[in-house]
């Protein structure tokens, strides 16, 4: 306890050590889960991560000091780190990238006397201690985050977890006594979305298919000046509850709206309403799957893009699930008519999705 404690070259370097291994933990459970969509991997890096910097033996729920501990330890780390930024080169890139790793796990110290530590578990929503609560905890830190690292790939992480627990979390039965839910973005999706919104052009990202928000955190986190529209029927459960969550992320006014119906009539309406309305610099499609319902959402799209320049992208186009037959036959056909000019595909655990121009 005397070397734990003391103020020494070897504590200090137990520190950095400690936190440079919670770091390089977090890493590599955050790459596992990227490769296969397996929260698996992240959620047991982010228990060994916190594992590091609490006493080997501890009460069952450990005092305020442990959480202390590994808060210096972290700073420590972010010290050294911070002095090997100002050098020019790979080394600098490096430490950036490290300092960017130690800013979540400081934000996740802060929390490791509470049991269990927002937003990594949804264990106080299945318990019934309110979701409410959870929510605005949840959405607190995530702001934190995001302000602090724009487009960071495990900010991205931990807000495609922190929805995915809640959408499970706030599941319930409809009339018919079954509860339903419909399959969100990967990550390996919400990352490459990520991407295209963090361009310098992208002010204004417009998508059908809100969902669970998925998407709609990597739109928001990765574009810190842009908004973003989302139109979704609002027929599952969970949805509202996700929403609530994105827009205290990201509570700037104007940034985050979601139109609640029918994407074939809602979209014609906000069409009609806003002829002045400004043009989408990127689009997401990912509402119905029937062919007639991802017509209406690729075609009535166009008139809130700019042809040759906004980026569209149509999710499930050409994969082997039947729930890809509408996309992909709409996508394809527009392509083929001259009325889109397709730039690219990208697959991810399933998931295919295309992007391109109107023409």
């Not at 929390?111 to 609560?133: D, I, K, Q, T, Y």
């Not at 459960?237 to 029918?262: E, H, I, K, M, N």
């Amino acid at each position: 306890m005397e070397s734990r404690r003391g103020g020494g070259a070897h504590a200090r370097g137990l520190g950095v050590r400690r936190a440079a291994a919670a770091a390089a933990v977090w890493r590599a459970g955050a790459a596992a889960s990227g490769e296969g969509g397996d929260y698996g991997a992240l959620g047991g890096a982010v228990a060994a991560a916190r594992g590091l910097w609490r006493p080997s033996v501890a009460p069952p729920r450990p005092p305020a000091a442990g959480a202390a501990e590994g808060a210096l330890a972290l700073e420590e780390a972010a010290a050294v780190l911070r002095a090997a930024a100002g050098a020019p080169g790979l080394g600098e890139l490096s430490a950036a990238r490290a300092l960017s790793e130690l800013a979540l796990l400081r934000s996740l110290a802060a929390h490791a006397a509470a049991e269990p530590p927002p937003p990594l578990s949804a264990g106080n929503v299945s318990a019934g201690l309110g979701l409410a609560p959870w929510v605005r905890a949840s959405a607190a830190q995530l702001r934190r985050l995001a302000e602090a690292l724009p487009g960071d790939r495990l900010v991205i992480a931990l807000g495609h977890l922190t929805l995915s627990a809640l959408k499970f979390g706030a599941l319930r039965p409809g009339p018919d006594g079954l509860a339903r839910t419909i399959g969100s973005s990967t990550l390996g999706q919400a990352w490459w979305l990520g991407r295209q919104a963090a361009g310098a052009t992208v002010r204004r990202i417009c998508e059908v298919g809100f969902n669970a928000g998925h998407s709609a955190f990597a739109f928001l986190a990765s574009a810190p000046a842009a908004s973003l529209i989302s139109f979704d029927l609002g027929a599952m459960s969970y949805t509202s509850a996700c929403a609530q969550l994105v827009r205290l992320a990201f509570p700037r006014s104007g940034r985050f709206r979601l139109v609640v119906g029918p994407s074939n009539e809602t979209l014609p309406e906000f069409v009609r309403e806003r002829p002045r309305e400004p043009r989408c610099d990127l689009i997401f499609v990912d509402g119905g799957h029937e062919r007639a319902e991802a017509q209406s959402d690729l075609l009535w799209m166009s008139h809130l893009a700019e042809r040759g320049r906004s980026l569209v992208v149509m999710d499930d186009v050409g994969c082997p699930s039947p729930e890809c037959d509408g996309p992909t036959a709409v996508w394809e056909e527009l392509r083929a008519g001259g009325r889109l000019r397709e730039l690219g595909c990208e697959a991810d655990s399933g998931h295919r999705w295309c992007w391109g121009t109107y023409v």
